[in-house]
C-alpha cells in the first residue's frame, strides 16, 4: 500500500473511555490522507523515550487532542491528559508543526505555544463539529506540506463524485411514464461522513444539502401517492419497477410529471454549479436531457 503523506503523530489519551475518540480521529485524520503514527506499539525502550523518537525522526507534523480526564474540585473545568504537555515540549524543541485540538471544558491557559492554533470539540457532538475540524485540520495539514494543490484535488473529486450522482438522478426521474425507484446517495453519504464535503465553500455545501433533502422528499412522496393509487407489478424493466395498469394511473403519472419539472430543475442548477467549478462538459446530454422534460399542463393539447 502507498504511504501517505505527511506522517501526523497522534497524541491522544489511551484511556479506555477515549477509545471511541481515539478511532474516530483516526479514520478522520486518515481521510484526509495524513499518514497516522502512535506510541502504543510495545517497544524496548521506555515510553518517554519512544515518544521522543517518533516524534523527531518520524513525524512530519504532531497533533495533540485533549480529552477530558479529570473534573478540577469545585469547578466547571476539566484537565485533560498531563504527559500531552510534555510531549508539546518535545514537538516544539524539535521544530514540528503543532495541531491541537482541546475538549470543551478543558481551560487552555498555559497549553498552547503563544504561536501555536487550537480548535474546540465536543465528545458528545464530534458529528456537530466536522465541517470546523476538518477545515482545521486541512488548513494544518497545507501547512505541514507547504502546498494548496491537494486542497484544490480534492475539492474537485468531490464536486465530481456529487455531480456524478446528481447526473445520475436526473436520468432516474426525467422517464416519463414510470414511477422513478428510490437511488442511494452513496457519494453524498460518504463526503458527507468523512467530512470531506465541508472543504467546499459554505454556500455550496448547503445547496448540495437542500438539493438531496429535495431530491429524497421527491422518492418518498411518489412512493406514497404509489402506495395509495397503483398496485406493484414486481417485473424489474431496467432500474425501474413497472406497475400494473390501475383506476386512476393516468392521473398518477400527470401528478409525478408535474412534479419532476420542480425538481429536475432544481438539481439541474446544483449540477451545472458544480460543473462550472471544473468545467462544463455534457453539452449535448443536457440539451437532449431538457427536451425530456414533460410540458406543462397548460401546453398540452
Known sequence: ??????????????????????????????????????????????????????IRDEADCVLFVFTRRKKIEGSDEWVGPEWLHQEIGMAYQDN???????????????????????????????????????????EFRSIVTGTEAYISEDKISIIKAVANEL??????????????????????YYVKITGRIYLL??????????????????????????DDKWTPFFKVSGDRVALKETKGEKDVIQQIDDARQTIVSEILDTYLELMDIVEPRFKEDFINLISQLPESPSNQN
Open 1 to 54: 500500500m502507498t504511504k501517505r503523506f505527511p506522517n501526523l503523530f497522534l497524541a491522544i489519551s489511551f484511556h479506555d473511555d477515549d477509545k471511541d475518540i481515539r478511532v474516530w480521529f483516526k479514520q478522520i485524520l486518515s481521510a484526509l490522507d495524513f499518514n497516522v503514527i502512535e506510541g502504543d506499539l510495545p517497544t524496548p525502550v521506555p515510553p518517554h523515550e519512544k515518544v521522543r523518537t517518533m
Open 96 to 138: 514540528k508543526n503543532i495541531g491541537i485540538l482541546i475538549e470543551n471544558g478543558i481551560n487552555s491557559e498555559g497549553i498552547i505555544p503563544a504561536i501555536v492554533t487550537y480548535e474546540r470539540f465536543s465528545s458528545e457532538e464530534l458529528i456537530k463539529y466536522v465541517p470546523v475540524l476538518v477545515k482545521y485540520l486541512i
Open 167 to 188: 447526473w445520475g438522478h436526473l436520468e432516474n426521474i426525467l422517464e416519463k411514464g414510470s414511477i422513478p425507484k428510490m437511488k442511494w446517495n452513496l457519494s453524498y
Open 201 to 226: 465553500p459554505d454556500n455550496l455545501v448547503v445547496k448540495i444539502e437542500t438539493t438531496y433533502a429535495r431530491i429524497d422528499e421527491f422518492y418518498l412522496w411518489v412512493r406514497s401517492i404509489a
